[in-house]
């Protein structure tokens, strides 16, 4: 595990946070949408796009790439609780766990354990050089 790998189930949580507050924003505007009627009546040769339609399009996009980010966060969540598994000091997997599941910075990550918040990152930076398990970066 690189700290490159942890920094993933942040990035994915932000990426969720974000494709979430979208669909916030996308079901906000639908509300001035009037709701489309449909019949078998041709809709002509124009131009025509239907919003209601547009809407619709873009709503399954945002959700199936949510659905996608949501699987891909519990992959990758369950590689790093198995990376946990494997690190013998109780004090620094409570630092990745706080750092890296539950996306806390470090002033909070301090707080939690009751240390600077300079300590807490040295410490986790510390740990990915010397862990054993870790790959080397060239």
């Known amino acids: 595990m690189t700290i490159e790998d942890a920094s ?3 990035y994915i949580n932000r990426e969720i946070k974000q494709l979430k507050e979208e ?3 996308l079901e906000a505007e639908r ?3 009037k709701p489309s009627i449909l019949s078998d009546m041709p809709k002509g040769r124009g131009r025509h796009t239907n919003m209601a339609d547009d809407f619709l399009e873009k709503q399954m996009e945002l959700e199936g790439m949510l659905r996608y980010s949501l699987r891909k966060l519990q992959e990758e969540r369950g590689k790093f609780e198995e990376f946990l598994g494997t690190v013998d000091d ?3 997997r409570l630092i990745l766990r706080l750092r890296c599941i539950k ?3 470090w002033k909070d990550v301090g707080e939690e354990i009751g240390m600077d918040r300079r300590t807490a ?3 986790f930076y ?3 050089e010397n862990c054993p398990q870790c790959p080397r970066q060239l």
């Open 8 to 10: 993933q189930i942040y």
């Open 23 to 25: 669909l916030w924003n």
């Open 31 to 33: 509300k001035y949408y």
């Open 90 to 92: 109780a004090q620094m």
């Open 103 to 105: 996306n806390m910075d």
């Open 121 to 123: 990152s040295r410490k």
């Open 126 to 128: 510390k740990f990915f």
